[in-house]
């Protein structure tokens, strides 16, 4: 009795697949992947930080406003760039311990969102 509800088991799953799509398992979309070149990355180095100043670069696009939000949503910094740049040094001076919250508005009116720790200087 075991062996014949296996079978029917492997049968049922072979025939019909593991997936929840219907049709053909290959199939194409329509939209276009994200490729490296098209995708906003955010860096923010370092991460953790220990010395008060971080470097923030994107891969694509420059910035046009940097926002840090501490963790109970209460703006600390906030930045507006007149020229937009891909790499930025900023200052956590007298910024307290914790976790915040990098928001960076593009050029391209694009918004990242990445975590920082701020750790013990």
Known sequence: MKRLIL??????????????NPGNLFFQQDTPALTQENRFELKIYPN???????????NTGEFQEIRLIDIAGKEVISRKIEFGTPKYLLLLNEI????????????????VVKKLVVSSR
């Open 96 to 111: 307290p311990n914790g976790i915040y919250f990098v928001r960076v508005k593009t050029t391209e009116n694009k918004v």
């Open 48 to 58: 953790p930080t220990e010395t008060g100043r971080i470097i923030l670069e994107m």
């Open 7 to 20: 079978l029917m088991l492997f049968f049922v799953f072979t025939f019909t697949g593991f997936t929840s």
